[in-house]
């Protein structure tokens, strides 16, 4: 699908396209958007109408892209990025005071809502802008100039960036239900051995796919969202790493490995920025994870 096409669809369409399009599923998407259903499935539909063709298998646990959707995903997300860096330019042009963010993991973490809700209160005049990534940038587009702080995940290449450690999770493997190993109180990474493990793509930092693949060379599907990991586990067996504490669906699981170091939740900025409105936002994720 030629690039120039998505110019005839409005924004917001696209951006509703590609959280259903990372969520794999209406219902999260919805409510990762903070809107109903009903106009979001119409929103899709109107979208399959425009291109001539679907974008998504649909089934009664969820969604799958097309061959379509997949080209229109790589698309969309190229032009919503370009979109933001136009706005941001624009909005620094004006004089116009704003940060952005971008936040990669689980929304419904919540550090992430007490960080929320204390810097609107600390700065009320502020712009906020949020961009919600996949898997395959940790730093969030922090070293390609898109956000000014990134609330990730570590370990990652740190090269001219600065790290705080805001949390410490444990990691377990996330199973199938009926998956024998599901019924162990607690796993080693030797026990997975002989797994399928999902990858991310090619270029993504070499420091960050070793962690999730528990430190060694594994085989098996390219994933970019967290849907995608959890749809992979649940169609193919897939194994794969993730945070202990984060909600599944009722046919998954997570076991821990007691031979995991643990994840950390970190803030990350470009190293020597002295924006005051980083430095704060750095001081209130502290104490937002603190608690």
Known sequence: MPRGYCCSVELRTLRYFVAVAEELHFGRAAAR????????????????????????????????????????????????????????????AAGVATITIGILGDGTDPGVARLAAAYRRSHPGIGIRIRDTDLTDPTCGLRAGLVDVALTRSPFAETALTVRTLRTDPVGVVLRADDPLARRDQLRLAELSDRHWFQFPQGTDPVWQSYWNGGRPREGPVVHAVQECLQTVLWNGTVGLAPLGHDLPAELTVVPLIDMPPSRVVAVWNEGDTNPLIRSFIEIATAAYGH
Do not use: N, W
């Not at 903070?34 to 969604?63: C, N, W, Y």
């Open 33 to 92: 958007l903070h809107m109903s259903q009903p106009p979001l499935s119409r929103a899709i539909k109107q979208l399959e109408a425009d291109v001539e063709a679907l974008l998504f298998t649909r089934s009664s646990t969820g969604v799958t892209l097309t061959a379509v959707g997949s080209v229109l995903l790589d698309e969309a997300r190229a032009l919503l990025d370009h979109a933001d860096r136009v706005r941001e330019r624009v909005s620094a």
